[in-house]
């Protein structure tokens, strides 16, 4: 495992809600999905057609919360949730039936993709709705991230920009005096400005007053996944939601050394060669042997006979 630096981690806490976005067009990706019911009052057990967009491709739960939907999933109608499918356009139009929540209203429609990476919420005109308030909270969850680290677990793939995983070890503590249960998770991974990348966001589940709990998010990282990236989370417990962002960098050093091995190679073998009027003996002439060569006028030896003039 060869660990990604770091270069900065940053925890946000935002103390405003998070309004409810409008449906975006059919078939148009968008990072905050869109949920719409039928206008006007509705009862409760009657059955709707409800309208999603934007959505990623699988399967959505639907369900009816009461209380707002302030302490998660304890407001909510879990146990008769409406489960659909939506097509590769991200739009559908599901039937729900709108099942009576465990405390009473304000209730909200609640939607979410089973990993949790996809949500939206909207105000639910809900009667007939006979269950006490929600108890009042003793105190507001207060999460705090204790600690954040990223390692690269693509191994050599990644030296040569092939896919891989990207893991984060997260670790939450819940410093408040009630317990956190199933809060809202989102994740987006992409380059510096352009974090727009959905990533399924495991469930939280519960985190008790001053529990402490440890979490690892994988993200996939594809081909272009080079150079500097981030990732920003965001967790909306009731009171103040919590936001963290990690950056870290891939570089395919593989590539480039891959890039200038020909290069290495050509200057080794232009190395190797003589240069320019040198003599070159492997070019299939004959050295000279045996001794000096014989003076002028001096009679040249042949296996031991005089070649000489005879006088």
Not at 280 to 305: L, Y
Request: net charge positive.
């Amino acid at each position: 495992m060869t660990p990604l630096p770091l270069i900065g981690v940053a925890l946000l806490a935002l103390a405003a809600p998070v309004p409810t976005p409008a449906p975006a067009p059919a078939g148009t990706p968008s990072a905050v999905p869109g949920l719409a019911v039928p206008a006007g009052t509705l009862r409760a057990g009657q059955q709707v057609l409800v309208a999603l967009r934007g959505w990623p491709a699988g399967t959505v739960q639907i369900e009816v919360c009461g209380n707002a939907g302030r302490r998660g999933a304890l407001d909510c109608a879990a146990s008769h949730a409406s489960d659909g499918h939506v097509p590769p356009s991200g739009a559908a139009t599901l039937p729900v039936v709108l099942a009576a929540p465990p405390v009473a209203c304000p209730c909200v429609l609640r939607a979410r993709t089973p990993t949790g990476s996809a949500r939206a919420t909207v105000a639910l005109p809900l009667t007939g709705v006979t269950a006490r308030p929600a108890p009042a909270p003793a105190g507001t969850p207060e999460l705090v991230v204790v600690g954040l680290r990223a390692a690269d677990r693509s191994g050599m793939a990644g030296w040569f920009g092939l896919p891989g995983d990207l893991t984060v070890d997260l670790t939450l503590r819940n410093a408040g005096p009630v317990d956190v249960v199933d809060p809202p998770f989102t994740l987006l991974f992409g380059r510096p400005g352009r974090v727009h990348g959905v990533v399924d966001a495991p469930a939280l589940g519960t985190i008790a007053a001053g529990q402490t709990r440890q979490y690892r998010l994988r993200v996939p990282m594809d081909v272009a996944t080079v150079g500097r990236h981030e990732l920003h989370g965001r967790i909306e417990p009731p009171g103040r939601p919590l936001a963290f962002t990690v950056e870290a960098a891939r570089q395919p050093w593989g590539l480039l050394a891959l890039a200038a091995a020909p290069v290495v190679l050509a200057l080794a073998r232009t190395r190797r060669r003589p240069p320019p009027g040198r003599p070159d003996n492997a070019g299939g002439g004959r050295a000279a042997t045996g001794g000096p060569a014989p003076a002028v006028g001096e009679p040249a030896m042949d296996g031991g006979r005089s070649t000489g003039p005879k006088p």
